[in-house]
């Protein structure tokens, strides 16, 4: 359905995570806390089940994105938990990045208010800062990290191909229910939840932004991918539902928007490029 | 949070309020001598109902068209000042009620019938309120008739002689302005006693009927640009009144709160039903627009001796006024109500939902070519 918000959210309408959709986890990971650095939680190539991110049209109409079986091309180090307003606010010093949208008087919130370009230009002043190759994860890593707390998009639903409208209603009952239970207080870093990985505040009030453009997947009734176009420029951001956002955006809330419920506050977590170990192979 | 060291005693007789309290006084003498020759009105004979008011934005079980005559129908809403939250950002205001919404409830009675309400000022109150009805005929329309102070109550009767949906509002003199952007304010319906009709005479119905109070909110922030709060509504008056005097709200929501018509409370339809939508706006001008759909039938000023106009997609309501739009839905979906002053909408919170059930119809709009690559 077309609407202001959609131009804002993306493809926010469709992108809407919440089902109990079994997310096998088996990837190994392991903490590490040495050095000086933050604190990061190692993620290995390993195959596990995933709703795909993107758009899905199965003969011209939306449908959910398929389950698949995904594995991360190389080993990556990711942020035990979201980059602090504390941490940001020294790139904002340094003159790298702009300023947050967000508050400001509380090092230990989570930084929000935070753009995908504003994101990236962080990534870029840690990594010189450093010396290491930090940037966005993608959608499969940060679904890899979130582990048992990454949140199904699947509406699971049978689509009606004479009526398109029979899947926005699904939509928004699905949207209605996930606001009902939304929590919206932005707590401390590492207070939010932790998971069976030792990865923190996945879900709460703060979408983190990824790597990955949003992509729209036109297939045929098999599902066999005929075409497939990225809009580089739009972003998913992950939270308690993916959502497309484009990349200047800062605040992704409006009062009463449309249709769709967009994410209530933006901000990210890195990762960090480490050696492929042998053995570890495959890509999403 | 900045909030003044003063207790609710201390308020009452601060400076902001002595004006209100002192027009109270006024007020009970006035009453008195006004009342006495209504009361020896002869309306014995007629038939009295009593209406269980329900709150927005359902409206109260009522004949379309009305069988028998006049009756005078009996309303009791009671005043209550309370804190209410305005979105999911912090945001709270010490709203003026009429029977606890913002809005408030919604009346319906037909032309020629007696309007008899009794208006209750708890004790528990801070203010004094009174209630102006556009639709009536007299004493600033009831309002230097029903001033009451916390504590006690008043009943107030009117006939309903012009049909249409009118704004009614507290005008305590002085502070006007005010309590009407607290959110003191709703809308009676004046039905023709033979129905709503067309231009060509055609009778106009509606399955179910939906009443979206729109509601412009001031709410002062600190030096550091968070909402203040109050302990109290008069402890917030002169900040409120600052911020309403830039003329530039911060909130302009349906129906007391952003999103209090989306979601789990979004409104519903089905394909084939025609739905009535009240819509009020106390204090500023409003476009409403069903985002699409139409407006069969419009009468945006509300005033049914004025024949309807058809066919619309963006109808006027200026302040001040209540207007009614009648549509038949066509389609299934979700469909955004909203005011199309679209910063209105979708920044400030003056867009409701309408979740229409039923099947598609191709004819009306197919998708040739679903969204892809060029």
Same mark, same amino acid.
């Given at each position: 359905?077309?609407?202001?918000?959609?131009?804002?959210?993306?493809?926010?309408?469709?992108?809407?995570?919440?089902?109990?959709?079994?997310?096998?986890?088996?990837?190994?990971?392991?903490?590490?806390?040495?050095?000086?650095?933050?604190?990061?939680?190692?993620?290995?190539?390993?195959?596990?089940?995933?709703?795909?991110?993107?758009?899905?049209?199965?003969?011209?109409?939306?449908?959910?994105?398929?389950?698949?079986?995904?594995?991360?091309?190389?080993?990556?180090?990711?942020?035990?938990?979201? !980059?602090?307003?504390?941490?940001?606010?020294?790139? !904002?010093?340094?003159?790298?990045?702009?300023?947050?949208?967000?508050?400001?008087?509380?090092?230990?919130?989570?930084?929000?208010?935070?753009?995908?370009?504003?994101?990236?230009?962080?990534?870029?002043?840690?990594?010189?800062?450093?010396?290491?190759?930090?940037?966005?994860?993608?959608?499969?890593?940060?679904?890899?990290?979130?582990?048992?707390?990454?949140?199904?998009?699947?509406?699971?639903?049978?689509?009606?191909?004479?009526?398109?409208?029979?899947?926005?209603?699904?939509?928004?009952?699905?949207?209605?229910?996930?606001?009902?239970?939304?929590?919206?207080?932005?707590?401390?870093?590492?207070?939010?939840?932790?998971?069976?990985?030792?990865?923190?505040?996945?879900?709460?009030?703060?979408?983190?932004?990824?790597?990955?453009?949003?992509?729209?997947?036109?297939?045929?009734?098999?599902?066999?991918?005929?075409?497939?176009?990225?809009?580089?420029?739009?972003?998913?951001?992950?939270?308690?539902?993916?959502?497309?956002?484009?990349?200047? !955006?800062?605040?992704?809330?409006?009062?009463?928007?449309?249709?769709?419920?967009?994410?209530?506050?933006?901000?990210?977590?890195?990762?960090?490029?480490?050696?492929?170990?042998?053995?570890?192979?495959?890509?999403? | 949070?900045?909030?003044?060291?003063?207790?609710?005693?201390?308020?009452?007789?601060?400076?902001?309020?002595?004006?209100?309290?002192?027009?109270?006084?006024?007020?009970?003498?006035?009453?008195?001598?006004?009342?006495?020759?209504?009361?020896?009105?002869?309306?014995?004979?007629?038939?009295?109902?009593?209406?269980?008011?329900?709150?927005?934005?359902?409206?109260?079980?009522?004949?379309?068209?009305?069988?028998?005559?006049?009756?005078?129908?009996?309303? +009791?809403?009671?005043?209550?000042?309370?804190?209410?939250?305005?979105?999911?950002?912090?945001?709270?205001?010490?709203? =003026?009620?009429?029977?606890?919404?913002?809005?408030?409830?919604?009346?319906?009675?037909?032309?020629?019938?007696?309007?008899?309400?009794?208006?209750?000022?708890?004790?528990?109150?801070?203010?004094?309120?009174?209630?102006?009805?556009?639709?009536?005929?007299?004493?600033?329309?009831?309002?230097?008739?029903?001033?009451?102070?916390?504590?006690?109550?008043?009943?107030?009767?009117?006939?309903?002689?012009?049909?249409?949906?009118?704004?009614?509002?507290?005008?305590?003199?002085?502070?006007?302005?005010?309590?009407?952007?607290?959110?003191?304010?709703?809308?009676?319906?004046?039905?023709?006693?033979?129905?709503?009709?067309?231009?060509?005479?055609?009778?106009?119905?509606?399955?179910?009927?939906?009443?979206?109070?729109?509601?412009?909110?001031?709410?002062?922030?600190?030096?550091?640009?968070?909402?203040?709060?109050?302990? =109290?509504?008069?402890?917030?008056?002169?900040?409120?009144?600052?911020?309403?005097?830039?003329?530039?709200?911060?909130?302009?929501?349906?129906?007391?709160?952003?999103?209090?018509?989306?979601?789990?409370?979004?409104?519903?339809?089905?394909?084939?039903?025609?739905?009535?939508?009240?819509? =009020?706006?106390?204090?500023?001008?409003?476009?409403?627009?069903?985002?699409?759909?139409?407006?069969?039938?419009?009468?945006?000023?509300?005033?049914?001796?004025?024949?309807? +106009?058809?066919?619309?997609?963006?109808?006027?309501?200026?302040?001040?006024?209540?207007?009614?739009?009648?549509?038949?839905? +066509?389609?299934?979906?979700?469909?955004?109500?909203?005011?199309?002053?679209?910063?209105?909408?979708?920044?400030?919170?003056?867009?409701?939902?309408?979740?229409?059930?039923?099947?598609?119809?191709?004819?009306?709009?197919?998708?040739?070519?679903?969204?892809?690559?060029?």
């Amino acid at each position: 359905m077309p609407s202001i918000a959609t131009l804002l959210a993306g493809a926010g309408l469709s992108a809407l995570a919440f089902s109990l959709w079994p997310v096998t986890t088996t990837p190994v990971a392991m903490t590490q806390e040495s050095g000086p650095g933050p604190q990061v939680v190692r993620l290995d190539p390993a195959p596990f089940l995933h709703r795909l991110d993107g758009d899905w049209q199965r003969e011209g109409r939306p449908v959910d994105a398929p389950v698949e079986m995904v594995t991360i091309p190389a080993p990556v180090e990711i942020m035990a938990t979201p !980059v602090s307003t504390g941490e940001y606010l020294l790139c !904002v010093q340094a003159g790298a990045c702009a300023a947050p949208s967000g508050p400001v008087d509380l090092a230990e919130l989570p930084v929000t208010g935070v753009s995908w370009l504003d994101a990236r230009a962080y990534a870029a002043w840690f990594s010189t800062e450093t010396g290491e190759s930090w940037r966005l994860p993608s959608d499969a890593e940060w679904a890899q990290a979130a582990g048992s707390l990454f949140r199904d998009d699947g509406l699971g639903i049978e689509d009606d191909p004479t009526n398109p409208a029979t899947r926005w209603i699904a939509e928004y009952r699905q949207e209605s229910a996930l606001n009902r239970e939304r929590d919206r207080e932005i707590r401390p870093v590492g207070s939010l939840n932790v998971n069976e990985l030792g990865v923190h505040d996945i879900g709460g009030a703060v979408w983190e932004w990824t790597s990955t453009c949003l992509r729209r997947i036109e297939t045929d009734a098999s599902g066999a991918i005929l075409r497939e176009s990225d809009s580089c420029g739009i972003y998913i951001a992950e939270g308690l539902h993916r959502a497309a956002i484009i990349e200047f !955006v800062r605040e992704p809330k409006s009062g009463g928007c449309s249709v769709g419920v967009p994410p209530d506050n933006l901000g990210f977590r890195l990762v960090r490029d480490l050696p492929e170990t042998p053995g570890g192979a495959g890509g999403a | 949070m900045t909030t003044l060291p003063v207790s609710r005693r201390t308020i009452l007789a601060g400076a902001a309020i002595a004006g209100a309290l002192t027009q109270v006084r006024q007020a009970a003498a006035e009453t008195k001598e006004v009342l006495t020759p209504a009361v020896a009105t002869e309306l014995t004979d007629l038939p009295r109902v009593k209406v269980k008011l329900v709150d927005p934005p359902f409206v109260h079980e009522h004949e379309q068209v009305a069988t028998g005559g006049p009756k005078i129908v009996e309303f +009791e809403m009671e005043i209550i000042e309370k804190k209410i939250k305005l979105d999911d950002s912090g945001a709270e205001y010490w709203a =003026s009620t009429f029977n606890g919404t913002v809005p408030g409830p919604l009346m319906v009675v037909h032309e020629g019938d007696y309007v008899e309400l009794t208006l209750i000022n708890p004790a528990s109150n801070e203010l004094m309120h009174n209630i102006d009805f556009h639709s009536s005929t007299g004493a600033l329309g009831g309002g230097g008739l029903t001033q009451v102070n916390p504590g006690e109550k008043t009943i107030l009767r009117w006939k309903a002689t012009k049909p249409g949906v009118f704004v009614y509002h507290c005008a305590p003199p002085g502070m006007v302005a005010w309590h009407v952007v607290s959110g003191m304010n709703g809308a009676i319906m004046v039905l023709p006693r033979d129905g709503l009709k067309g231009r060509e005479g055609e009778a106009v119905k509606y399955d179910k009927v939906y009443y979206i109070g729109e509601q412009d909110f001031y709410v002062p922030r600190d030096e550091a640009g968070n909402w203040k709060t109050y302990d =109290s509504p008069g402890e917030s008056y002169e900040d409120v009144v600052a911020v309403m005097k830039t003329l530039t709200p911060t909130h302009v929501v349906f129906n007391g709160a952003v999103g209090a018509l989306t979601g789990d409370n979004a409104m519903t339809a089905k394909v084939g039903e025609t739905v009535a939508f009240v819509h =009020s706006q106390a204090n500023r001008d409003t476009r409403p627009h069903l985002i699409g759909g139409h407006g069969n039938y419009v009468w945006a000023t509300g005033k049914f001796n004025n024949p309807p +106009e058809v066919g619309l997609e963006t109808w006027f309501i200026p302040g001040g006024t209540a207007g009614l739009m009648v549509y038949t839905f +066509e389609q299934p979906g979700i469909y955004a109500y909203v005011n199309h002053n679209l910063i209105e909408a979708f920044e400030l919170g003056a867009a409701g939902h309408v979740m229409v059930e039923g099947d598609w119809n191709d004819d009306l709009m197919t998708q040739v070519l679903a969204p892809s690559a060029i």
